[in-house]
């Protein structure tokens, strides 16, 4: 795992920054919602709900631009070499896709914990009604 984080260049340290800012505000949103979440107001159940979504469609983008950027790089070292392997260009590519796949990932959990959450939101509010 450490080896994909280090092949995948200094855009993996954001990616896990976001990852954790998801899972921070995840636990502590899940905490209120399966806590005690009558003595809260609507307001503030629903205050950083949608951070969670934001922070997963800023990994997703992130990850596409790491992606494009490592391609560009790749294209530009391409100029410049007079002769280059076929191998060494599909390992230059399969080490961009990296930060695309961990982003995507990263999207796909926050969307799942954001649906799950804003499903137990909705429930708490009919029932307050």
Known sequence: MFILFKQGGFFMWFLLIFALIIVFLTIKKSIQFFGRPDKL????????????LFWGCMSG?????????????AMQ????????SPMICAQGYGFS?????TGLLLLLFAALFWFILRWKYKQIIQRDE
């Not at 107001?41 to 969670?52: H, P, R, T, V, Y």
């Not at 983008?61 to 790089?73: E, K, M, P, S």
């Not at 070292?77 to 280059?84: C, E, N, V, W």
């Open 77 to 84: 070292a391409i100029i410049k070499a007079a002769d280059i």
């Open 61 to 73: 983008v992130l990850g596409f631009y790491a992606h494009y950027l490592g391609l560009y790089w």
């Open 41 to 52: 107001s609507q307001l503030d159940l629903e205050k950083g709900l949608n951070a969670i």
């Open 97 to 101: 896709l990296i930060t695309l796949l």
